[in-house]
Nanobody, 128 residues
Framework: EVQLQASGGGLVQAGGSLRLSCLISGSEFRFDEYVVGWFRQAPGKEREVVSCNSRSDRSTYYIDSVKGRFTISSDYNKNTVYLQMNNLRPDDTAVYYC???????????????????WGQGTQVTVSS
């Protein structure tokens, strides 16, 4: 069974940085068979995809509001996916979830239903 353990959230002032980590466990997980990414859900809003990588990081997606500020990366040796978040803004405040889903092609995953494994969520709060 694949499991995800997210960490790294916290309280930061606007303009600051945080790095989220997602440790992936489970013998069946392989980066060349899974799409991985991050979703977030702000209070009173729907959950949205923030960033994702296709199998083996062949393609990457960022939601427009984080382009140029957030970077997704994977450490294959540590089985960990990161989300480096720079120049944070108050509207980045949300619970962030790491996600993983089995993929049979090199397409990105934009929708919740494409991911069958979710981490527990980590709170990111950006003060103005």
């Amino acid at each position: 069974e694949v499991q995800l353990q997210a960490s790294g959230g916290g309280l930061v002032q606007a303009g600051g940085s945080l790095r989220l980590s997602c440790l992936i466990s489970g013998s069946e997980f392989r980066f060349d068979e899974y799409v991985v990414g991050w979703f977030r859900q702000a209070p009173g809003k729907e959950r949205e995809v923030v960033s994702c990588n296709s199998r083996s990081d062949r393609s990457t997606y960022y939601i427009d509001s984080v382009k140029g500020r957030f970077t997704i990366s994977s450490d294959y040796n540590k089985n960990t996916v990161y989300l480096q978040m720079n120049n944070l803004r108050p509207d980045d405040t949300a619970v962030y979830y790491c996600v993983a889903g089995v993929s049979f092609d090199d397409e990105l995953g934009y929708y919740e239903g494409e991911y069958d494994t979710w981490g527990q969520g980590t709170q990111v709060t950006v003060s103005s």
